[in-house]
């Protein structure tokens, strides 16, 4: 019953319905008309001239918590960047990963330079953009190009098309070999997928076992730490690949395996 209603959910989300902001905004309206009826006594009794021009109702922010500190995303971008940070590499490109969450986090504290199949047109300090498919064959500029590469929770989408990319049903293979020519050898890799039972949600994304993972990546890369968070939002740093582990996901149905690996 849980599942079939998280599955009605993300359907109504995926329509532009939210139910829970929906909720929170009926159980909102009442203190939105009291608050405004106490501001507009309060304005008559002022010396203060600051007019109501224009009604903005703002009606669930005050059901909410203060962030979103949770989630595939949130943690995704917070611990690579900081990992980056501290093995302080000459050169790091990013392919695919948000640019108004990991990218920008970099971005704070070193250059960095984005590749991806959309254009950006803002222009942001210490961003340098690239507009490529890593789909198509590699440019020659970019070949063994840097010491450290990242894609979060990008690999899964290769080749399905949501991003106005040809559809490859093996397109994370032909994107992982790709994403392996940029790197340099023993440079380092981060790389986020969902992890859990295998399959297509199409043309949203591909969610992977650890194991089909490990055996992707064997022969290009080798694992120094491995990452996760569950299906609850929560981070799991450092976790050990043990056999049991591996075979359950985690006991992740959707969840995401944040990598950071050396090129062999």
Known sequence: MKTKLRQLYNLLLTIGLDPKKMIYSFRGLPYFLRDLQTYKLQKKNSRENLDILKIYPCLDDRFTESGSAKGHYFYQDWLVARRIFLNNPEIHIDVGSRVDGFVTHVASFRSIQVIDIRLLTTNIPNIKFIQADLMSPIRDELTECCDSLSCLHTLEHFGLGRYGDPIQYDGYITGLNNLACLLKQYGKFYISVPIGPQRIEFNAHRVFSIQYLIE?????????????????????????????????????????????????
């Open 216 to 264: 992707l990546f064997n022969e290009k890369f080798r694992v120094d730490y491995f990452s996760f968070v569950d299906d609850n939002g929560d981070l799991h740093e450092n976790a050990p690949l043990t056999r049991d582990n591996i075979t359950t996901n985690f006991n992740c149905t959707y969840g995401c395996g944040i990598f950071e690996m050396t090129k062999l």
